[in-house]
């Protein structure tokens, strides 16, 4: 990025944000083929407000910018307005009420960081570096979903910039149609310059990590079909197919309990049962706190790698999907690529499926098949893999998949991505966007 407003769209984007926004919060870009012509980096709504107006006179796409995560680069459009929000991110923790406050921008390790100062845990996924308004109003997978629901389900308000410069609360008494389309409905609505999450207090939070030989992946995982019927909500079971310190593709099994401590360690408790599917290799449980975890997690994500990601969601782990999943592990093209499997189920399945915009509440298991590699820019045989995974997988999933994670070209997909929401969300899209001004995950219309 250049300083120097001098390009076909920078300079009138410039020009027009000047009298509105400090000159230092406006970076743009000279050369415009697939980058943005300006950035604009947010501190306080008023430029939010500026940005939005300044898109739509001057006619140019406008896109969002959390932390940067979305891998199809959708905070990011080509000769756009880029409104980037990564300045906002204050966190303040209210202990008394059990909620948290937080900016636009604000990252899901700083959140978690905030709440464990005050003995409480948020709500989020996996990955410290991941932006938690991003993530929450695509749905937001993560280790308390069993216990807790998704990201989406503990918003409780938010207040946004709408596309007509408008600042409005979405909360059950403010807007509440804007509340029900931004737990789930992605950042399609305007821009959230603040949001509101329940957090809670648990009596402990115990993680591990339980890794098994490939061979053993099949009988591991039919064994963990059947525990899972009877698992509590405390226990959330993340599961990833990836490579082994000796480069051998492994199964991994990443338990998060958030009941009582001494259950969670018991050697006769639910999470040690994990490591009694088969013979691991590796059985590590022990008392964590959720930052560090997701911080560690993020060292496996830095930022400049190639990724393609496809997404299927299948309500059951079976014989045949197990069978599809490692005949493509056993094959895959990169030492980084993976696949990772979100459980969704006891609270988060319990919630009503009218009752949020996220449209896929039965159980099931979304599956996040990452294709990560570093030689060179552009790689057929590694975003392949990773299309013929999904493909195979297609026959056993749910229609739809995790909006948050979906292909803008998964054609086959989106229109199933929101269930019976869509036509409310189609509505809620004519009041609040009529025009368009927003564009995020894919909606089905
Ligand atoms: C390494 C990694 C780990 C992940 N882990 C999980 C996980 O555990 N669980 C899970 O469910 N998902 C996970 N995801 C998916 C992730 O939640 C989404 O990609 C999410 O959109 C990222 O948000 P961001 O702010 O970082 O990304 P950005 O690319 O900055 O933003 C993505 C989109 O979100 C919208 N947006 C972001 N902030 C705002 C805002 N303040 N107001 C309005 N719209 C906004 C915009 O439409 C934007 O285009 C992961 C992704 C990655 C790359």
New binding site residues.
Partial sequence: MSDLPDGPLAVPVAAALRDRVRPERIVTDAAVVDRPAAVIRCGEVGDVRAGVAAAQRLGVPL?????????AG??RRAGGLVLD?SGMNSVRVHPEGGQVTVG??ASVGEVLSAAEEHGLVAVT???D???M???A??????PLSGRFGLAADNLVAATVVLADGSVVIADETGDPDLLWALRGG??NF????EARFDVHRVPSVVTGTVIYPLDQATEVLRRLRELHEEMPDELTVQIALLSGPDGAPVLLLAPTWCGPLATGLAEDGPVHALARLGQPVVAAVAEKRLAEGAAELGTM?PYGRHVEIRTRSVPVLSDDVTAVLIDHVVRKPAPLTAVSL?SFRGAAARVAPQATAFGTRVPHHMVEIISIWTEERESPTHRQWARDLASALAPYSLPGG?P??LAPDAVDQIPFGFGANAERLRTLKGRFDPDGV?S??PLPF
């Fill in positions: 896109s969002v910018r959390g932390r940067g995560h979305d891998w959708r905070a929000l636009g921008g996924g996996t990955v570096s991941v932006g308004v991003g993530l109003t695509g749905g937001g997978y993560g992605g950042g305007g821009v959230v310059v994500f979100h995790y948050n994670l927003f995020a995950i």
